[in-house]
């Protein structure tokens, strides 16, 4: 399975979805600022790890899931609920890289810098998709299940 | 003023890694981007051109227990949903009060081995 970039995903949403993920990735920012100033850094750090965009976006997937089948004729809510389950399955992974992007700045701690935030972001990508990759190619059953569900 | 910056720079890099996630093909790698480092590189970034460094160490432990707390959280929304059973809304707002439980065990965990 090769990566690839495709414009077919986008027209799929919607101009408010990506509003709505604009407007909470700014709230969480700003709370984050706010909690940080108020009840120190480690509170703070908590929220950058809080799960903020994953329940709209998993929201998103069921409701375009449940579309995509009910326009091909399938009325069945379970579909969707499925895709948004391969979401969280990702997520899971995702959660792991997020912790390998923590561990990245801790270990430079007060001698950051914007290389430093930049080794982070690249640390994220590469161990994501190493895991994506190791999770296809060793248990590709549990995602050719899911592709099969989905259709 | 600050805090608008903050509301725009965030909500710029939460739209840009949701957008990358839009574009990727197969849709199933769209999940990694749901636990994407977006809101943290808008707040360190921002941190990092104030020059409060001294925080970072503390932010950046405190987010590494919580991305585990995170992972906990995305298992339980998994098997709340594989079924399709629950509705996907329902499942992700419910089972948040995880996150937060584990989150606080974390600070917790952390203010105990502070100096």
Redesign the interface.
């Known amino acids: 399975?090769i990566?690839?970039?495709?414009?077919?995903?986008?027209r799929?949403?919607h101009w408010y979805e990506?509003a709505l993920?604009?407007?909470?990735?700014?709230?969480?920012?700003?709370a984050?600022?706010?909690i940080?100033r108020h009840w120190?850094?480690?509170?703070?750090?908590?929220?950058?790890?809080?799960?903020?965009?994953?329940?709209a976006?998993?929201?998103l997937?069921?409701r375009h899931e449940t579309a995509k089948k009910k326009r091909a004729g399938i009325d069945c809510?379970?579909?969707?609920?499925?895709a948004?389950?391969?979401?969280?399955?990702?997520?899971?992974?995702?959660?792991?890289?997020?912790?390998c992007?923590?561990?990245v700045?801790?270990g430079?701690?007060?001698?950051?810098?914007?290389w430093t935030?930049l080794a982070?972001?690249i640390a994220?990508a590469g161990v994501?998709?190493a895991l994506?990759w190791l999770r296809h190619r060793h248990f590709p059953e549990r995602?050719f299940k899911?592709?099969r569900e989905l259709g | 003023m600050e805090?608008l910056w903050?509301?725009?720079?965030?909500?710029?890099?939460?739209?840009a890694f949701?957008?990358l996630?839009?574009?990727?093909?197969?849709?199933?790698?769209?999940?990694?981007?749901?636990?994407?480092?977006?809101?943290?590189?808008?707040?360190?970034?921002?941190t990092?051109h104030q020059g409060r460094?001294?925080?970072?160490?503390?932010?950046?432990?405190?987010?590494?227990?919580?991305?585990?707390?995170?992972?906990t959280?995305?298992?339980i929304?998994?098997r709340l949903?594989?079924g399709?059973?629950?509705?996907?809304?329902l499942?992700?707002?419910g089972a948040?009060p995880v996150?937060f439980v584990l989150?606080g065990a974390?600070?917790w965990l952390?203010?105990g081995a502070?100096p």
Do not use: N
């Not at chain 1, 690839?4 to 986008?10: A, D, I, K, P, V």
């Not at chain 1, 809510?77 to 499925?82: A, E, F, L, T």
């Not at chain 2, 399709?84 to 809304?89: F, N, Q, T, V, Y």
């Open positions: 399975m990566l690839h970039f495709t414009l077919g995903g986008l799929q949403g990506y993920r604009f407007a909470l990735g700014g709230v969480m920012t700003v984050s600022a706010l940080s120190g850094p480690l509170v703070g750090g908590l929220f950058l790890a809080f799960p903020v965009i994953f329940p976006g998993a929201t997937i069921e809510v379970r579909r969707g609920r499925k948004a389950a391969v979401d969280a399955a990702g997520a899971k992974l995702g959660a792991c890289a997020l912790a992007f923590a561990a700045m801790l430079a701690g007060a001698r950051s810098s914007a935030l982070a972001v994220w994501a998709g994506w995602w899911a592709r | 805090l903050r509301f725009l720079i965030g909500g710029t890099a939460v739209s949701a957008l996630a839009d574009l990727l093909q197969p849709k199933r790698v769209a999940g990694l981007f749901s636990a994407a480092p977006s809101v943290a590189v808008a707040s360190l970034a921002l990092l460094t001294e925080q970072l160490a503390a932010e950046a432990a405190a987010m590494l227990l919580a991305a585990f707390a995170f992972f959280y995305a298992f929304v998994e949903l594989i399709g059973a629950r509705p996907a809304l499942s992700t707002l948040l996150w989150a974390a600070y952390l203010r502070g």
